[in-house]
C-alpha cells in the first residue's frame, strides 16, 4: 500500500499558473503508475487527466489539458509534479493523486486503491 499527499493548491487569477506536489510513500519500490483527478464542488470525482506511467516515463493527458499541464516525477524523492499554466475558472476543484493497481494508466477512478487527502485549486478573478 502506498500513502500519497497533495500539496500546493491555492487562489490563482485565470491564466496564472500552480504547481501541485504529490509526494508517494510505503512501498515505493514497486512503482506505479500516478495519476491526478480533479472533483469539482458539489461534483463527483472526475476520470484522471494526467498520468505519469511507470515505463520510461510515459505521460498521458486528457484533451482539456494537453498543453496546458505537465505532468513529471523526482524519482529520487518520490514525488509526481502537476505543473497547471493557463488556469482557467473551468479548473477549479479539489485535485487528487492516485496511484494505479495495474502497470498502466488509466482514467478510471476505479482503478486506483490509494490516493491522497486532496488540494484545493480555486481559480478566480
Known amino acids: 500500500q502506498l500513502q500519497l499527499e497533495e500539496s500546493g493548491g491555492g487562489l490563482v487569477q485565470p491564466g496564472g499558473s500552480l504547481r501541485l506536489s504529490c509526494v508517494v510513500s510505503?512501498?515505493?519500490?514497486?512503482?506505479?503508475?500516478i495519476t491526478w483527478f480533479r472533483q469539482a464542488s458539489g461534483e463527483e470525482r472526475g476520470e484522471g487527466f494526467a498520468?505519469?506511467?511507470?515505463?520510461?516515463?510515459?505521460?498521458y493527458y486528457e484533451d482539456s489539458v494537453k498543453g496546458r499541464f505537465t505532468i513529471s516525477r523526482d524519482g529520487a524523492k518520490n514525488t509526481v509534479f502537476l505543473q497547471m499554466n493557463s488556469l482557467k475558472p473551468e479548473d477549479t476543484g479539489t485535485y487528487y493523486c492516485?496511484?494505479?493497481?495495474?502497470?498502466?494508466?488509466?482514467?478510471?477512478?476505479?482503478?486506483?486503491?490509494?490516493w491522497g487527502q486532496g488540494t484545493q485549486v480555486t481559480v478566480s478573478s
Open positions: 510505503g512501498s515505493t519500490s514497486d512503482w506505479r503508475p
Open positions: 498520468c505519469i506511467s511507470s515505463s520510461y516515463d510515459s505521460v
Open positions: 492516485a496511484a494505479s493497481r495495474n502497470s498502466y494508466c488509466s482514467s478510471r477512478p476505479y482503478e486506483y486503491d490509494d
